[in-house]
Protein backbone atom coordinates (compact mmCIF):
# COMPACT_ATOMS: atom_id res chain seq x y z
CA UNK A 1 0.00 0.00 0.00
CA UNK A 2 1.17 3.53 -0.84
CA UNK A 3 1.65 5.50 2.26
CA UNK A 4 -0.55 8.56 2.74
CA UNK A 5 0.99 11.78 1.02
CA UNK A 6 0.99 14.30 4.34
CA UNK A 7 3.92 12.18 5.64
CA UNK A 8 5.59 11.05 2.26
CA UNK A 9 8.92 10.91 1.45
CA UNK A 10 8.98 13.32 -1.41
CA UNK A 11 9.85 17.15 -1.96
CA UNK A 12 9.48 19.47 -4.58
CA UNK A 13 12.25 19.62 -7.16
CA UNK A 14 11.01 20.25 -10.41
CA UNK A 15 8.83 23.59 -10.29
CA UNK A 16 11.29 25.67 -11.78
CA UNK A 17 10.90 24.51 -15.55
CA UNK A 18 7.01 24.64 -15.11
CA UNK A 19 6.54 27.70 -13.08
CA UNK A 20 3.36 30.13 -14.65
CA UNK A 21 3.89 33.71 -14.12
CA UNK A 22 6.72 34.06 -16.93
CA UNK A 23 6.67 37.08 -18.80
CA UNK A 24 5.68 36.61 -22.40
CA UNK A 25 7.30 36.29 -25.27
CA UNK A 26 4.43 36.18 -27.72
CA UNK A 27 0.67 35.17 -26.80
CA UNK A 28 -0.99 37.47 -24.62
CA UNK A 29 -0.50 38.16 -21.00
CA UNK A 30 -3.23 36.33 -18.91
CA UNK A 31 -2.60 37.16 -14.86
CA UNK A 32 -1.11 35.12 -12.97
CA UNK A 33 -4.35 35.34 -10.19
CA UNK A 34 -6.49 34.39 -13.57
CA UNK A 35 -4.34 31.16 -14.26
CA UNK A 36 -3.88 29.88 -11.36
CA UNK A 37 -7.73 30.33 -10.46
CA UNK A 38 -8.45 26.40 -10.48
CA UNK A 39 -6.90 23.35 -11.35
CA UNK A 40 -6.56 20.06 -9.17
CA UNK A 41 -8.60 19.25 -6.25
CA UNK A 42 -7.24 17.92 -2.98
CA UNK A 43 -7.84 14.49 -3.81
CA UNK A 44 -6.43 14.91 -7.78
CA UNK A 45 -2.85 16.29 -5.81
CA UNK A 46 -3.19 13.26 -2.89
CA UNK A 47 -3.42 10.85 -5.69
CA UNK A 48 -0.55 12.31 -7.65
CA UNK A 49 1.98 12.40 -4.80
CA UNK A 50 0.74 8.86 -4.24
CA UNK A 51 1.66 7.71 -7.41
CA UNK A 52 5.06 10.21 -7.90
CA UNK A 53 6.20 8.41 -4.54
CA UNK A 54 5.37 5.31 -5.94
CA UNK A 55 7.06 5.44 -9.18
CA UNK A 56 9.70 7.76 -8.68
CA UNK A 57 9.80 8.27 -12.17
CA UNK A 58 8.18 11.80 -14.60
CA UNK A 59 4.57 11.40 -15.92
CA UNK A 60 4.64 13.33 -18.96
CA UNK A 61 4.02 12.74 -23.08
CA UNK A 62 7.16 12.48 -25.02
CA UNK A 63 7.35 12.08 -28.56
CA UNK A 64 8.65 13.98 -31.52
CA UNK A 65 7.59 15.75 -34.54
CA UNK A 66 8.05 14.84 -38.35
CA UNK A 67 8.21 17.10 -41.36
CA UNK A 68 8.77 13.38 -43.89
CA UNK A 69 12.10 12.15 -44.41
CA UNK A 70 15.43 12.66 -42.82
CA UNK A 71 17.47 14.56 -45.55
CA UNK A 72 20.55 16.93 -45.28
CA UNK A 73 19.62 19.63 -43.20
CA UNK A 74 16.30 17.74 -41.31
CA UNK A 75 15.42 18.68 -38.37
CA UNK A 76 12.39 18.01 -35.84
CA UNK A 77 11.30 18.62 -31.89
CA UNK A 78 11.69 16.86 -29.30
CA UNK A 79 8.23 17.12 -26.93
CA UNK A 80 7.54 17.02 -23.02
CA UNK A 81 3.60 17.78 -22.58
CA UNK A 82 2.83 17.92 -18.72
CA UNK A 83 -0.62 18.74 -16.98
CA UNK A 84 -1.33 19.35 -13.52
CA UNK A 85 -1.72 15.74 -12.77
CA UNK A 86 1.54 15.46 -14.28
CA UNK A 87 3.58 18.22 -12.54
CA UNK A 88 3.07 17.67 -9.17
CA UNK A 89 3.46 13.49 -9.80
CA UNK A 90 6.41 14.64 -11.22
CA UNK A 91 7.81 16.82 -8.46
CA UNK A 92 6.84 14.21 -5.78
CA UNK A 93 9.00 11.47 -7.69
CA UNK A 94 11.94 13.82 -8.17
CA UNK A 95 11.75 14.00 -4.42
CA UNK A 96 11.60 10.41 -3.78
CA UNK A 97 14.87 9.95 -5.63
CA UNK A 98 16.44 12.44 -3.45
CA UNK A 99 14.62 10.71 -0.12
CA UNK A 100 13.48 14.48 0.84
CA UNK A 101 9.98 15.18 2.06
CA UNK A 102 6.80 16.04 0.48
CA UNK A 103 3.33 16.47 1.12
CA UNK A 104 0.40 18.67 -0.43
CA UNK A 105 1.57 21.71 1.22
CA UNK A 106 4.46 21.77 -1.01
CA UNK A 107 2.27 21.64 -4.28
CA UNK A 108 1.40 25.42 -5.04
CA UNK A 109 -0.80 27.17 -7.10
CA UNK A 110 1.29 27.44 -10.19
CA UNK A 111 1.80 23.72 -9.86
CA UNK A 112 -2.25 22.85 -9.58
CA UNK A 113 -3.09 25.92 -12.37
CA UNK A 114 -5.39 24.25 -15.06
CA UNK A 115 -2.82 24.49 -18.13
CA UNK A 116 -1.59 21.88 -20.37
CA UNK A 117 2.42 22.87 -20.78
CA UNK A 118 4.47 22.05 -23.90
CA UNK A 119 8.17 22.42 -24.51
CA UNK A 120 10.07 21.94 -27.79
CA UNK A 121 13.27 21.64 -28.18
CA UNK A 122 14.94 21.53 -32.02
CA UNK A 123 17.47 18.04 -32.61
CA UNK A 124 19.55 17.29 -34.96
CA UNK A 125 20.37 14.62 -37.04
CA UNK A 126 23.97 13.10 -38.12
CA UNK A 127 22.18 13.68 -41.58
CA UNK A 128 23.57 17.10 -41.07
CA UNK A 129 27.36 16.16 -41.45
CA UNK A 130 29.94 19.05 -40.11
CA UNK A 131 27.81 21.88 -41.16
CA UNK A 132 26.32 24.65 -39.34
CA UNK A 133 22.65 25.21 -38.69
CA UNK A 134 20.94 28.14 -37.30
CA UNK A 135 16.89 27.95 -36.32
CA UNK A 136 15.22 30.37 -36.13
CA UNK A 137 12.91 31.35 -33.02
CA UNK A 138 9.80 28.97 -33.16
CA UNK A 139 6.09 29.54 -31.67
CA UNK A 140 3.85 26.61 -31.32
CA UNK A 141 0.09 26.04 -31.76
CA UNK A 142 -2.73 22.91 -31.44
CA UNK A 143 -4.72 22.53 -34.53
CA UNK A 144 -8.01 20.46 -33.88
CA UNK A 145 -8.51 18.05 -36.77
CA UNK A 146 -12.35 18.20 -38.20
CA UNK A 147 -13.42 14.32 -38.07
CA UNK A 148 -16.91 15.68 -40.16
CA UNK A 149 -14.66 17.70 -42.33
CA UNK A 150 -11.22 16.01 -42.74
CA UNK A 151 -10.21 19.24 -45.02
CA UNK A 152 -11.15 21.81 -42.18
CA UNK A 153 -8.87 22.82 -38.82
CA UNK A 154 -9.45 24.63 -36.33
CA UNK A 155 -6.05 26.49 -34.20
CA UNK A 156 -5.72 27.28 -30.79
CA UNK A 157 -3.24 29.49 -29.53
CA UNK A 158 -0.84 29.73 -26.19
CA UNK A 159 -1.76 32.22 -23.68
CA UNK A 160 2.02 32.43 -22.97
CA UNK A 161 5.01 31.51 -24.47
CA UNK A 162 8.68 31.82 -23.76
CA UNK A 163 11.91 30.79 -25.37
CA UNK A 164 15.33 29.50 -24.46
CA UNK A 165 18.67 28.86 -25.86
CA UNK A 166 19.25 25.57 -27.57
CA UNK A 167 23.25 24.72 -28.76
CA UNK A 168 23.99 20.66 -29.83
CA UNK A 169 26.28 18.86 -31.56
CA UNK A 170 27.11 15.83 -33.90
CA UNK A 171 29.78 13.18 -33.92
CA UNK A 172 31.08 14.40 -37.43
CA UNK A 173 31.19 18.22 -35.95
CA UNK A 174 28.21 19.30 -37.22
CA UNK A 175 26.37 22.11 -35.07
CA UNK A 176 23.28 23.78 -34.40
CA UNK A 177 22.50 26.89 -32.88
CA UNK A 178 19.10 28.10 -31.78
CA UNK A 179 15.82 28.53 -29.62
CA UNK A 180 13.49 25.75 -27.90
CA UNK A 181 9.91 27.26 -27.15
CA UNK A 182 8.02 26.46 -24.31
CA UNK A 183 3.68 27.08 -25.07
CA UNK A 184 1.02 26.72 -21.89
CA UNK A 185 -2.50 26.46 -23.01
CA UNK A 186 -5.53 26.73 -20.94
CA UNK A 187 -6.50 23.02 -20.68
CA UNK A 188 -10.10 24.22 -21.40
CA UNK A 189 -8.86 25.23 -24.95
CA UNK A 190 -7.31 22.04 -25.72
CA UNK A 191 -9.38 19.48 -28.13
CA UNK A 192 -11.49 17.09 -26.79
CA UNK A 193 -10.62 15.24 -30.14
CA UNK A 194 -7.52 13.95 -31.80
CA UNK A 195 -5.38 17.10 -32.26
CA UNK A 196 -2.29 18.09 -33.48
CA UNK A 197 0.61 20.13 -32.07
CA UNK A 198 2.59 22.53 -34.59
CA UNK A 199 5.77 24.08 -34.21
CA UNK A 200 6.34 26.62 -36.26
CA UNK A 201 9.47 27.52 -37.21
CA UNK A 202 11.54 29.30 -40.53
CA UNK A 203 8.13 29.57 -42.57
CA UNK A 204 7.68 25.09 -42.51
CA UNK A 205 5.38 23.34 -39.48
CA UNK A 206 6.45 20.30 -37.28
CA UNK A 207 3.30 18.22 -36.20
CA UNK A 208 2.59 15.78 -33.68
CA UNK A 209 -0.54 14.05 -34.25
CA UNK A 210 -2.10 13.42 -30.19
CA UNK A 211 -4.75 10.93 -30.18
CA UNK A 212 -6.97 9.16 -27.54
CA UNK A 213 -3.89 6.91 -25.97
CA UNK A 214 -1.11 10.04 -25.66
CA UNK A 215 -3.71 11.64 -23.55
CA UNK A 216 -3.15 9.63 -20.36
CA UNK A 217 0.30 11.21 -20.16
CA UNK A 218 -0.93 14.79 -20.43
CA UNK A 219 -2.82 14.63 -17.81
Known amino acids: MIPNTTTSDCILALLA ?16 SQIAASGLTDP ?11 TKDWFAFRGATTVGRRDMGHLEFSLVVQGPFGRVVSAAAASARDHKPFAIDNVTQEMRAPLLIIEATPLQY ?18 RLRQDNPGVTT ?14 NNSMGGRLRGQGVTAYFSLASV ?14 EYRRLIGKKDRERMR
Not at 19 to 28: D, E, K, M, T, Y
Not at 46 to 51: E, G, Q, R, S
Not at 191 to 196: I, L, M, Q, S, V
Open 17 to 32: TLAVGLPAAGGSQVPD
Open 44 to 54: DVHAAINLGCA
Open 126 to 143: ESLGDSLQVITPATLILR
Open 155 to 168: SVQPIRVKTFPVSQ
Open 191 to 204: PADDFEIVVIAGGR
